[in-house]
């Protein structure tokens, strides 16, 4: 099984990162990562009225990747109810991928699992709901298996609190699939 993890925390350490590294550990897994805080992709234009397909080589590089996934995983810190925005630009970068002449996207995304991975502050898991229905959408659009995903906690400081933590430990990554 190929993991992919993008990771969208705009800081090391990174609770969200913490809790993906965790849910990697407990299932013996390894995974390519992207931490889109290193990745620097260039910001979102919308030029698809030009069809300029130039990608440069980081989104060239995270599209490959994906293509060659079985399981995507996207973590992001929850950024005011919804995704950072080092996940939105990644995401907004779908537009141009999905309509990419060398790539046949949408067809090829069929039958990838994405699994959210959300860590904000408030145990209340309601305020990530608009983070987990825009990752769901957009993965559903793009004619992937959205999959429910996971909530975790964070603390100010950058680091998982113990019980999400150990929680994201018990989910078994070969039944996701
Ligand atoms: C700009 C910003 C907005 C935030 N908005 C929310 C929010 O809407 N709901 C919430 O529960 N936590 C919110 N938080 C807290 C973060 O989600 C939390 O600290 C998380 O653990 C950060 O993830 P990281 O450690 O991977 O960077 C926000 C933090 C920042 C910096």
């Given at each position: ?5 993008v990771?969208g925390?705009?800081?090391t350490?990174?609770s969200t990162c913490?809790?993906v ?7 013996h897994?390894t995974a390519?990562?992207?931490h889109l805080r290193?990745t620097r ?5 919308d030029?698809r ?18 293509l060659?996934?079985?399981?995507i995983?996207l973590?992001s810190?929850?950024?005011w ?5 080092l996940?939105?630009?990644?995401l907004d ?7 990419h ?8 995304m069929r039958?990838k699992k994405?699994?959210?991975v959300?860590v ?5 898991p309601a305020g990530?709901?608009?983070a ?7 993965v559903a659009?793009?004619?992937g298996t ?6 975790g906690?964070g603390?100010?400081d950058?680091?998982?609190t113990a019980e999400t933590?150990?929680a994201?430990?018990?989910v ?6």
């Amino acid at each position: 099984m190929q993991i992919l993890v993008v990771e969208g925390s705009t800081r090391t350490p990174s609770s969200t990162c913490e809790h993906v590294e965790a849910l990697l550990a407990a299932n013996h897994a390894t995974a390519q990562a992207f931490h889109l805080r290193e990745t620097r992709l260039p910001l979102f234009v919308d030029a698809r009225v030009q069809g300029d397909w130039n990608l440069g080589p980081a989104l060239e590089e995270m599209l490959e990747a994906m293509l060659g996934a079985d399981l995507i995983i996207l973590a992001s810190p929850l950024y005011w109810y919804s995704v950072s925005h080092l996940m939105k630009n990644f995401l907004d970068h779908w537009t141009y991928y999905l309509r990419h002449p060398k790539y046949q996207f949408t067809e090829r995304m069929r039958g990838k699992k994405f699994y959210p991975v959300i860590v904000g502050s408030d145990p209340d898991p309601a305020g990530a709901a608009p983070a987990f229905a825009a990752i769901r959408l957009s993965v559903a659009y793009v004619q992937g298996t959205p999959l429910p995903g996971f909530y975790g906690l964070g603390h100010r400081d950058g680091h998982a609190t113990a019980e999400t933590k150990a929680a994201i430990e018990q989910v078994v990554l070969a039944e996701l699939m």
